[in-house]
């Protein structure tokens, strides 16, 4: 877990009030509610309890005008920042540094030495100039008292009163400011608030001697708790805004839809492929089963297609094609997730071509699987660049697998793997680059199996479902990556349930069903 921004010491304690969220009532049951519906007939579609406008094709063709893109923007900017917040336990906020020789860096670098110049060479002036100092404690006046809070009204007045604007002009027309006691003070109550990890800042600034330069390091640091305060606030108001997400989120993409109509095309894309998908599939069962064609169209049911379709997520090329418009808040976690499986699957292959090549000579040595895992891991990591290796990448992993095996060997007395050995290992390996290698192909579809069996629980689920054969050496990696799957899936559909109800009533029961259930709505 990563430490508080700003765990404020004493009075600087930020209060965050908990409201009552409303979380748990509305959620995945209200959803899946939706989706139950479908299934059930047509009739019950009409009871659905989605917006109108959520449907793809309810609203008329209109022109979209540059103020409904700013808005439609800004609504997608407040939807991200805020599921990142609330997903994302390590976000935070982070000064953008300019890199040093871009224009924007020089600017600032000469704008910011040319003022700390100027302030050095007032006060060193005898009798000395005050002008920049005394704006300078009027920034660093307001900044100390942004960071208190409202039950902070004793040091409130002491600031106001110490770094008081007028008072110091009127010691500055008499030459009796004292510039070191100002800056003691503000370090002083700069200590009284900063996070901890400032601690060690403030020790310094109390050891700088120079005053100029301890005035420029004090407006440093408030720049850095300037930054922590908002890290603060954003942890304490994460619990908030978690209670509060499911119907943020949905309000919000609602109010896309209405600026934007076409908001769901891809949604309703990528449901459709769903839907021709598992149509195909269910035919050619019916059809083995029957022994003869089938020509009547196969029931299905829509948790089976929703389901179908975050499972293709995981094979989803997400440099090449676009997600679903309900998942783009979601995009770079899904893509973390699926290239972490690959190589996942990866070392599954690999784990299962050497049972079958050299399982025989490797029983009885239980390290040797975990140890290659390793191996293998580190040499695949990155596999999805594209610049990557997987030839070589293969290759070297057979070599070192034939090293560490006959290594093992030679400890126990044994000879070590033959010359025809150890290449038809090094071969089998390099040929899963192959996309339809059938240890992959095979692998692939126990994968799928088991995320599939991870949809079908409740969640939280209350125990893993078991552990395909072949994939035991990557269990504990592959559960770990498919609870965070499952919970991406979740709150996808906790959210985003009634406009996949809509479109999925559409797609599976046809243009009319979804029109009579719009119609039938409540008023709002």
């Known amino acids: 877990m990563p430490r508080r921004a700003m765990p404020l010491h004493g009075e600087k304690q930020l209060a965050a009030e908990d409201q009552q969220g409303d979380l748990d009532s509305p959620s995945c049951s209200e959803s899946l509610a939706s989706l139950s519906d479908c299934e059930g007939s047509r009739q019950s579609l009409t009871s659905d309890s989605s917006s109108k406008s959520s449907s793809p094709t309810s609203s008329p063709p209109r022109v979209v005008t540059f103020d409904d893109v700013m808005a439609t923007a800004r609504n997608l900017s407040n939807l991200a920042l805020a599921h990142e917040i609330a997903v994302n336990e390590n976000f935070q906020l982070k000064q953008e540094a300019l890199p040093e020789n871009s224009l924007a860096g020089r600017v600032k670098s000469t704008v910011h030495r040319a003022f700390w110049d100027v302030l050095e060479s007032e006060l060193a002036a005898r009798p000395p100039e005050y002008a920049h100092a005394i704006r300078l404690f009027e920034e660093i006046r307001e900044i100390l008292l942004s960071f208190l809070t409202p039950g902070g009204n004793r040091l409130r007045t002491q600031i106001c009163e110490v770094l008081d604007p007028d008072l110091i002009r009127q010691q500055a027309e008499h030459s009796t400011v004292d510039v070191p006691g100002l800056a003691s003070y503000v370090i002083g109550v700069m200590g009284k608030l900063c996070a901890p990890v400032r601690d060690g800042d403030i020790r310094e600034l109390k050891a700088t001697g120079n ?147 050299v399982g025989a000579v490797t029983e009885g040595l239980p390290e040797l699987p975990q140890r290659l895992k390793r191996t293998a891991a580190v040499l695949l990591e990155g596999m999805h660049g594209e610049t990557f290796d997987l030839q070589g990448a293969l290759s070297s992993i057979g070599a070192h697998t034939c090293a560490e095996v006959s290594k093992e060997l030679a400890e126990r007395g044994f000879p070590a793997l033959g010359a025809e050995v ?77 406009f996949y109800a809509n479109i999925l009533r559409k797609l599976l029961f046809g243009e009319e069903a979804s029109q009579r259930a719009d119609t039938q709505l409540p008023s709002d």
């Open 211 to 357: 005053i100029a330069e301890v005035l420029r390091q004090i407006y440093h640091v408030l720049d850095l708790m300037k930054m922590d305060m908002a890290n603060f606030t954003i942890w304490s108001l994460r619990p908030h805004l978690q209670r509060q997400l499911v119907e943020y989120e949905r309000a919000k993409f609602q109010e896309i839809l209405d600026e934007t109509p076409s908001a769901l095309e891809q949604t309703t894309e990528w449901m459709r492929e769903s839907v021709k998908e598992e149509l195909l599939s269910l035919s050619e069962e019916a059809a083995l089963a029957s022994g003869a064609e089938n020509s009547s169209r196969p029931n299905l049911s829509p948790r089976l297609v929703l389901n179908h379709s975050y499972l293709k997520l995981l094979q989803w090329d997400y440099r090449k094609r676009d997600l679903p418009e309900t998942l783009v808040t979601d995009g770079t976690r899904l893509q973390e997730l699926t290239e972490k499986l690959s190589q996942l699957k990866m070392v599954a292959c690999l784990s299962l071509v050497t049972s079958s090549t």
């Open 422 to 498: 150890q290449a038809n290992l090094v071969g089998q390996f390099s040929s899963l680059k192959d996309e339809n290698n059938p240890v992959r192909a095979l692998i692939d579809k126990r994968v799928q199996l088991y995320m599939k069996s991870l949809l079908c629980l409740p969640s939280p689920p209350k125990s893993m479902p078991p552990i395909p054969g072949g994939l035991a050496v990557i269990q504990q990696e592959l559960e770990a990556l498919g609870t965070q799957y499952a919970n991406i899936v979740n709150l996808n559909m906790q959210v985003y349930g009634p």
